[in-house]
């Protein structure tokens, strides 16, 4: 995966963090422009929607994915307030 990234990856939040933590991970997903949850209100609340959540914070906080915004069912964004 790291020599010929996916354009699709289906994954779990806990895998994602894992990914996002490994050097080979973060290039990997380097310049992901989409990113699509499915079934979120399933882990919402949980332990799960956490790292989901948090994986998702930090591909948006990537320097190469800065211009994109975390997004959700209907356009939600998932900043809080």
Do not use: W, Y
């Amino acid at each position: 995966m790291v020599r010929r990234p996916p354009e699709i990856l289906i994954t779990t939040p806990e895998s994602l963090n894992i990914l996002l933590s490994s050097r080979a991970g973060q290039v990997m997903l380097t310049g992901i422009a989409t990113v699509i949850l499915d079934e979120i209100h399933a882990v919402v609340g949980t332990k799960r929607g956490t790292h989901l959540i948090t994986a998702v914070e930090r591909l948006s906080a990537s320097p190469a994915n800065s211009a994109h915004r975390p997004l959700g069912h209907g356009e939600a964004s998932f900043e809080s307030g």
